[in-house]
């Protein structure tokens, strides 16, 4: 595994160098600026494991299309999914480091691949919690994990999972009112994804922001 993280950090050099040389290419730069839940194999958050599961809504030929775009994306990145697991249990061992460096590379080189930014997030917000006790330093560090969806958000505008890790985020801490407007936002991209606006927490954020409006 050594040796794959070192050929991918080399692939890395070698594609910003192929970056600076060639001003038309695209460059990764970060942006400035309830649950995402333990790190899952699966990249999603752990209060959306069931997301797979189909709704009864989504019609065959949609059902089609997406289980088309899932095997898609499976063969597409298929080389880098040892070392998206080692990283995985790098996290999982509190190795956080070395976790880090081998999420960098992967969303990276593929910027596109939903499963390393969501688990970076989740691995960021639990290993910055775990490590704070003091309440401000855990509200400064909600925000690394906030900065990881973003840089993911504008690389993929349109990630139904990335904006759902990000609702589920903003779900937890209490901000109601984009939470579910990122819930709805991500059911809208993948219907598939519709289950969460049935999860309670969901629910009563819903109710939450109704009675907010009709005071």
Known sequence: ???????????????????????????????????????????DCMLGQNSTSTSRHVSASKRRSHLAAQSHCRGEFAEYENLYNHALTLARSQRY??????????????PSWHKPWVSYAQMEKRCNIEGNKNDSAKQSKWCECRKILQRALTQNPNCPR??????????????????????????????FLAPVLNWKPVKEAKSVIYKNQNL
């Open 1 to 43: 595994t050594s040796k794959d993280v070192d050929l991918l950090r080399q692939r890395n050099i070698t594609r910003c160098k192929s970056n600076n040389n060639n001003p038309s290419s695209i460059s990764i730069r970060p942006t400035a600026n309830r649950k995402l839940g333990r790190i899952t194999n699966s990249g």
């Open 97 to 110: 480091d070395e976790a880090r460096e081998i999420f960098e590379i992967l969303v990276t080189l593929c």
């Open 162 to 191: 990335v904006i759902q890790a990000w609702g589920l985020l903003e779900l937890q801490k209490g901000n109601f009112w984009p939470a579910v407007q990122m819930l709805e936002r991500c059911v809208m991209q993948d219907p």
